[in-house]
Nanobody, 125 residues
Framework: QVQLVESGGGLVQAGGSLRLSCAAS????????MAWFRQAPGKERAFVAG????????YYADSVKGRFTISRDNAKNTLYLQMNSLKPEDTAVYYC??????????????????WGQGTQVTVSS
């Protein structure tokens, strides 16, 4: 299995930027499609962005398209989420997740077998 640890969350003003990282250890990182999800208080965990094993293809939720960029460095076993033009509605705990089975990017929580502990992102207005 793979272990995932997120970092980079924090408090930022609306319009600001943050870069999240997800460090992977254990099994070969490049064997997993990866994704970021987020969960706001009182809401279900929701898909934010996903990336294929090689990093060639990405997919975004409509709410973050054009503002967030997902990327990965397989040599460093690390997944990233660059978040620009942040809005108060982006406030949530952000989780990275690994999918060992699917070649295509999936957006359901059930498609991902491994999860990090989450990192809090708070955007003030």
């Amino acid at each position: 299995q793979v272990q995932l640890v997120e970092s980079g969350g924090g408090l930022v003003q609306a319009g600001g930027s943050l870069r999240l990282s997800c460090a992977a250890s254990g099994r070969t990182f490049s064997n997993y499609a990866m994704a970021w999800f987020r969960q706001a208080p009182g809401k279900e965990r929701a898909f934010v962005a996903g990336i294929t094993k090689s990093g060639v293809s990405t997919y975004y939720a409509d709410s973050v398209k054009g503002r967030f960029t997902i990327s990965r460095d397989n040599a460093k076993n690390t997944l990233y989420l660059q978040m620009n033009s942040l809005k108060p509605e982006d406030t949530a705990v952000y989780y990275c997740a690994a999918d060992p089975l699917n070649a295509r990017i999936r957006s359901g929580t059930d498609d991902y077998d491994y999860w990090g502990q989450g990192t809090q992102v708070t955007v003030s207005s």
